[in-house]
């Protein structure tokens, strides 16, 4: 059995105390704080990272350049057509897409029998993407991730390739992905309590 105990307390009591800078500095997504509790509360796991999912308006100078790239408008939260056209409203150069990621965490296991039983239970609450991300005997860590997505072009250098009949279809889609993987979130912190140690 792959077992790290004597490296494991260490990182763990580390990364609660970043989490907790990170929580009164108001840089963790509301919503998924109850989860996180949950998660570190058991005696075999804690979490290094977290988002409870987004809808964004970005620019970017190209597709995939994440380094350059600026949010002109991000949210945790369904989203309204008037919020998302004011935040088209402000693109000047680059291309501008409208985007969805699911929820991403990450969680550090004590053994790899803990990290399967996480992997199992949040693939079967709907996060198919979750993955062992990382296996050493420094780090294991499961990545727990959902399929819903959407990367959607809508203009480049100030020109706007769609009307608002479309976006307004979009932004449908967008929430209606949204309250999905909002409940699989919430399922999941219901679930890990009861399933894990």
Same mark, same amino acid.
């Given at each position: 059995m792959f077992l790290y105990t004597e490296n494991f307390d260490g990182q763990k009591a580390r990364a609660m105390a970043g989490l907790r800078? #990170?929580?009164? &500095?108001?840089? !963790?997504? &509301?919503? !998924?704080i109850p989860l996180l509790e949950r998660i570190n509360s058991l005696d075999n796991y *804690?979490?290094?990272?977290s988002c409870s999912g987004r809808v964004s308006v970005m620019e970017m100078p190209y597709f995939g350049d994440k380094v350059n790239s600026v949010w002109l408008g991000k949210w945790h939260r369904e989203v309204s057509v008037d919020e998302v056209l004011e935040a088209i409203g402000k693109h000047r150069k680059g291309?501008?897409? *409208?985007? !969805? @990621?699911s929820p991403i965490l990450h969680v550090a296991a004590r053994s790899v029998e803990d990290a399967v039983g996480l992997l199992n239970l949040a693939v079967g609450l709907g996060f198919k993407y979750s993955n062992i991300k990382s296996v050493s005997h420094r780090k294991l860590l499961v990545e727990i991730r959902s399929t819903e997505r959407m990367d959607v072009p809508l203009g480049e250098d100030g020109e706007l390739w769609?009307? +608002?009949?479309?976006?307004? @279809?979009?932004? +449908?889609? #967008?929430?209606a992905q949204? @309250? @999905? *993987?909002? +409940?699989?979130l919430k399922r999941l912190e219901d679930e890990v309590g009861a399933k894990l140690k």
């Open positions: 800078k #990170a929580l009164s &500095e108001k840089k !963790v997504d &509301e919503d !998924v *804690f979490t290094t990272s291309q501008l897409w *409208f985007l !969805v @990621r769609v009307d +608002g009949e479309y976006i307004e @279809r979009i932004v +449908g889609i #967008a929430n949204l @309250r @999905r *993987f909002k +409940g699989k």
